[in-house]
């Protein structure tokens, strides 16, 4: 339904440039498809992997993201210069459906059943039923034969689940309103919501300097060093076990996340989004004349966005090990990493739209009639980021052990069974298959 929805609006997009209305109906229609996806991805990565190898593959997606998200406006700009417009991105994006629709519906099997209940119960010290068959490797036929059976057997709708009780029913909306969620949420809002606010007032603040390829360029910065940032924030934590024992000299530095690593990272992408916030505001306001831009540095300007975007990639970063401290369930792991970013992308959402009310300060909402507005709105977003990651490094620091605790509390985890061996009616483990 989610790749429906995209493909409409991807394909409404191509014909909008005279319709206001439309083009904001398709954008709609984008929305919603990929709100969907950009939470069910993740869950099926956790419901395929186990956990020893759902890291590499979630870093991997990670990137994929950033690098995929900051990338295209590059391209964006140079297919945009045209007598076609912007609508000629979106004829081309409209051809990747091509391989998206059979994608999905030949690649994406089921996944969302509990492995517990699917596997036989292994006696402890007992051979595995699965030894011999996973030691003598995969053979042609062997492929044929189970692509031939997931096309048989392939159904378009989920599995049918038995009766849920109350507290599963709960699970996703008390994710939600957990404490780590929540500080996780307002310690990464401003800098999140910053970066895509003023990337999308970019052609707002430049038309009159700027031709529409040369504002694709400026989000050069973001698309490198946000990128830089996840995959080394990623794959690092990988990589520092084997570095340790090639290296004993790095044995020091810690392998998992503990107060003071978090209150590091709390404090480096603070630091690196107040820089890009603020030096944003004084240096585009500096070059205003006659409600105008009339001289900038776009190195400069790319570098700042840069700089803004490594902050908030930090903070997207560390959400993931904190969630996990939190709760051995993977379940409960989802829907809290859900639960962040769906925070995030609402108020995100609300400041694009409040953004040029914001920088404009004429009664008829011309851009920059005095430039002030632009100025004033980076001072405050850059003063707010770091009050506000201040309290949360505190919060962290002093009662980091108190607000997991406080999780285990609001969702219920001993209710629901998630709370590691003492989960309800599951006996053995599914990792003595692996």
Known sequence: MSLVLLFIGTVWNTGVRTSYSQCLAARVFQGLGWGVIDTLVQSSIYDIFFEHERNLRLSIYTVIVVTTTWGPPLLGGITSRGQTGFELQFTVLSCFFVL??????????????DRTNALPRIDEGGESPYKESMCQGISRDRILDAINDYIVKMKPYSYTSGSADSVTL??????FIAPTTLILFFTSFFS???LWALSSTLSLLFHSVYTTTTIGVLMTGPWLLATATATALALLPLFIPRLQSRFPVLSSIPTQFNNKVITVAITAGSFLSFIGILTFGLHTNAGIDNGKISS???PEISFVLGLLAAGAYIFDAISRPLISLSTASTRHENDMMAGVACW?????????IAGPSGISTSSSGAALSSGYGLRDMCIGFAVVQTVIAAMAAGVWWFYGEEVRRW???VMKLEDSGAAGKRSKGREGSFFDTD
């Open 407 to 409: 999780d285990g509390m």
């Open 100 to 113: 998206a629709v059979p994608a999905i519906a030949l690649g994406v099997p089921e996944t969302a059943y």
């Open 296 to 298: 900038t540095n776009l």
């Open 344 to 352: 995030r992308t609402l108020f995100a959402g609300i400041l694009v």
């Open 170 to 175: 709960l699970e996703a909306p008390r994710a």
């Open 192 to 194: 999140y919501s910053s």
